[in-house]
């Protein structure tokens, strides 16, 4: 406990907890989607109770992962067929489910707002309920936190500042859910945006899990994408959508001046 007051000590805390910051942006999108299915006066308290019960559940997972880290990294499953090469772990495993499932949810919603006709008009209905909810929040809480943990055990050993940094960014992640869902709801096209970083997201995580496993396809190896291509993307991205957003603007506005332009020669 001496050691998290030490200068070392408060510097790998504020590290980590930027860390966590930085690592839960994609955790608190997928939280402002998957609450959106429920009733609207239910939506902040499944936010509330889904990242509070994940805090939890975080610290717990922590000292899991501290005393079965060699036993998540060992193989439990291989298969060599000159096709097909791959030693599948307990780390490889939650990291390909997590991104296969966030892969899957960002396709079915990118797929709900092409062919639903109430999207945006006020009228779309609940779709889920609350504990089945706050279940996926959780669950996917754990997943987003596996990855963080193990880089926050590369940076210290010390269960305290790790729990202490799990805690302070479960609190951020508290005051900022409801403030993010609220902003994807009142600008729906960053929506979309918020949908394909998700999908990037589920492609980083499955192919992280991948080479985790060490899989080959066809003598070609799985590699990972490395967290700076991701960034990149996701700038890119957020870039080319506002350029595009005041394009349309700009476009919008000219066509409501000649349309005006066009009455008043009329008249």
Do not use: C
Not at 68 to 94: C, K, P, R, T, W
Not at 169 to 180: H, P, R
């Amino acid at each position: 406990m001496s050691e998290l007051f030490s200068v070392s000590g408060l510097f790998t805390l504020g590290m980590l907890v930027l860390l966590q910051a930085v690592l839960g942006f994609d955790n608190l999108l997928y939280i402002s989607i998957e609450s959106k299915r429920v009733a609207e006066d239910k939506q902040s308290m499944v936010r509330k109770l889904g990242i509070g019960v994940a805090i939890v559940l975080r610290i717990a997972l922590l000292f899991v992962v501290v005393n079965l880290i060699q036993l998540l990294e060992d193989s439990f499953f291989e298969i060599h067929n000159g096709y097909v090469d791959m030693a599948v772990s307990g780390h490889s495993l939650i990291v390909l489910f997590g991104g296969a499932f966030i892969l899957w949810t960002a396709m079915k919603e990118i797929h709900h707002l092409l062919s639903d006709p109430n999207v945006g008009s006020g009228e779309e209905k609940p779709t889920s309920s609350v504990g089945k909810a706050v279940t996926l929040i959780i669950v996917m809480n754990l997943v987003f936190s596996f990855d963080s943990i193990l880089s926050a055990m590369a940076l210290t050993k010390n269960l305290w500042i790790m729990s202490i940094a799990i805690i302070i960014s479960g609190v951020m992640m508290l005051l900022l859910a409801d403030q993010v869902s609220e902003f994807i709801k009142k600008n729906r096209m960053f929506e979309v945006l918020g949908l394909f970083i998700l999908f990037i997201v589920g492609v980083m995580l499955v192919s992280e899990g991948g080479e985790l496993a060490q899989v080959v396809l066809f003598g070609h190896e799985v590699h990972h994408m490395p967290k700076s291509t991701f960034y990149f993307v996701l700038a890119t991205l957020i870039v080319v959508d506002i350029v595009q957003t005041r394009y349309q603007k700009r476009l919008m506005a000219k066509q409501e001046a000649r349309e005006s332009a066009a009455k008043v020669a009329e008249g």
